[in-house]
């Protein structure tokens, strides 16, 4: 039984490289014939996309949750995450690129790469809180005064790293431009607003910590004051 390359790499999700397969065939026991249930297993499916994109999360969430012990910190991080997305969505539209298997490894890269910016305000900003005592939306600003510098670095470094890749040219290019659009593009976007999304959502969760704190405190019970009888 023989295959036709080009439309078995359409069924993954590869309409980019089918045109380069056209006309040829291959062996069926080379090349097996997947189903539906075992592209979705493979992750090469939009339901497998979106399973390793929520495992990502998840995981991000569950390690900032034990870092900080809080519940409501590890959401002001992860929120600068959907930015990041929407940034490496909008370069591939613009570049008339498909979103491969190789985009889907970089929007994951960028979750990594992205939330350091939160990270590196949130943990400045809880430090001078608990040492000095100091208001939550004074200690933000201050976080993004003093954190501005080497956010900058950081994310300049990660963007002149991937340009190469979204850049290049030659052999194997067309298979490496997808990871390096998506990370430049992700980090251009979140760079612009994270600096100034991230200390609104911290004052708010902030608020909606104390606000959770003071509803399920246990309300102490007055002492009862002994009368002397008369």
Do not use: C
Not at 97 to 110: E, F, K, Q, R, T
Not at 188 to 196: C, G
């Amino acid at each position: 039984m023989s295959i036709n390359v080009a439309d078995w790499l359409r069924r993954l999700g590869l309409e980019q490289y089918a045109p380069a397969f056209a006309g040829n065939n291959i062996d069926g026991e080379v090349l097996p014939e997947l189903t539906a249930e075992d592209l979705i297993g493979l992750g090469v499916t939009s339901i497998g996309h979106r399973r390793k994109l929520l495992a990502a999360l998840a995981a991000v969430y569950i390690v900032l949750g034990i870092l900080y012990e809080s519940f409501i910190h590890p959401v002001t991080i992860v929120s600068t995450i959907p930015s990041a997305g929407i940034g490496a969505l909008l370069a591939l539209q613009l570049m008339k690129m498909d979103l491969s298997i190789i985009a889907i490894i970089g929007i994951i890269l960028l979750i990594g790469i992205v939330k350091k910016n939160a990270i590196l305000m949130i943990d400045f900003a809880v430090q001078v809180e608990r040492e000095e005592n100091t208001p939550p939306d004074q200690a933000i600003y201050r976080a993004a005064l003093m954190r501005f510098r080497p956010i900058m670095m950081t994310t300049m470094a990660a963007m002149f790293g991937a340009l190469p890749l979204a850049l290049g040219t030659g052999a194997g290019s067309e298979i490496r431009k997808p990871l390096g659009i998506t990370i430049v593009g992700g980090l251009i976007l979140s760079q612009m607003l994270t600096l100034f999304t991230t200390p609104v959502v911290y004052i708010y969760m902030d608020r909606l910590q104390a606000w959770l704190r003071s509803s399920f405190r246990r309300p102490t019970a007055t002492p009862v004051s002994a009368h002397s009888d008369d």
